[in-house]
């Protein structure tokens, strides 16, 4: 299994939704994890349009990168969901074999009413999503040949 680090600002929404996604979609071959520059608060937006898709999400904790530094954890790969473009800092995590950077908008961002959040999230979700199947397919081979070379 290949551990995969989704780290952002607060991990209280795109990470959290990468990491539920490669969980599910990806856990033949992978083992996500994520956290943030800083624990924060579970986006209540972000855990009703996960719950519209089938996953609770509204029990899960935030997390440190920080922390997960401190105790000595190693990923092989670290992506950085964080909306640099924007301006905003996406924690560093050193040892990986690879990091990404998604260019994903913050869901804390989004304006206007109620129904205006929620479709901008979907459609924040729905990228996070893609982004993950894609990241699958692309690192699929890779996981396997990992787990053969380790048996």
């Known amino acids: 299994m290949i551990k995969?680090?989704?780290?952002?600002?607060?991990?209280s929404a795109r990470s959290q939704m990468a990491e539920?996604?490669?969980?599910?979609?990806?856990?033949?071959?992978?083992?996500?994890?994520?956290?943030g520059i800083e624990k924060g608060v579970l986006n209540p937006y972000v855990v009703k349009v996960m719950d519209e898709i089938g996953?609770?999400?509204?029990?899960?904790?935030?997390?440190?990168?920080f922390d997960f530094y401190k105790e000595g954890?190693?990923?092989t790969f670290v992506i950085k969901v964080c909306d640099e473009i924007n301006g905003q800092r996406c924690p560093v995590?050193?040892?990986a074999l690879k990091d990404f950077y998604w260019n994903?908008?913050?869901p804390s961002a989004c304006k206007g009413d109620e129904e205006q959040i929620l479709e901008n999230t979907r459609e924040i979700r729905d990228q996070i999503k893609q982004k993950v199947?894609?990241?699958?397919?692309?690192?699929?081979?890779?996981?396997?040949k990992r787990t053969k070379d380790q048996l």
């Open 4 to 11: 995969v680090l989704f780290v952002c600002v607060h991990n």
């Open 20 to 35: 539920t996604f490669l969980n599910d979609f990806g856990k033949e071959f992978f083992i996500a994890e994520s956290a």
């Open 55 to 65: 996953y609770d999400i509204s029990k899960n904790k935030t997390d440190s990168a």
């Open 73 to 75: 954890r190693r990923y």
């Open 93 to 95: 995590f050193p040892n």
């Open 104 to 106: 994903i908008s913050d």
């Open 133 to 144: 199947l894609s990241f699958i397919e692309e690192y699929k081979g890779y996981a396997l």
